[in-house]
């Protein structure tokens, strides 16, 4: 199993970014996935959630109208579009699949940097 975030850098405030996060070694179209985010010295937090056929999304509040999940399950890929980036939102940004009774399975990616700053 493998997860593989990228696209994170090093953008101005108000700018944008889109991560990718690719998918192998499990049925992704059977997984809803999710975007967490750890800022430093802070507990991991949840950004956005798609569900198995991308038909369902949520975000977490402060991400609303600024941060979009979408999923190809043709490429085995979800993507997190965030646009009006703030400093707070500079993290190490996870790719997160789950699957099954109290999410039995659960896989996590290395994580991608996101530096919001001018």
């Known amino acids: 199993v493998r997860l593989v975030e990228s696209g994170g850098g090093l953008v101005q ?3 944008s970014l889109r991560l990718s996060c690719a998918a192998s070694g ?3 179209s059977s997984y809803r996935m999710s975007w967490y985010r750890q800022a430093p010295g802070k507990e991991r937090e949840l950004v ?12 977490a509040d402060s991400m ?3 941060f979009t999940i979408s999923r190809d399950n043709a490429k085995n890929t979800v993507y997190l579009q965030m646009n009006s980036l703030k400093p707070e939102d500079t ?4 790719c997160n699949a789950k699957r099954g009774p109290s999410n039995a399975y659960d896989y996590w990616g290395q994580g991608t940097q996101v530096t919001v700053s001018s």
Do not use: L, Q
């Open 91 to 94: 993290a190490v940004y996870y």
């Open 26 to 28: 499990f049925t992704f």
């Open 48 to 59: 956005a959630t798609i569900s198995s056929a991308g038909g369902s999304t949520n975000y």
């Open 13 to 15: 405030p108000g700018g």
């Open 64 to 66: 609303k109208g600024r």
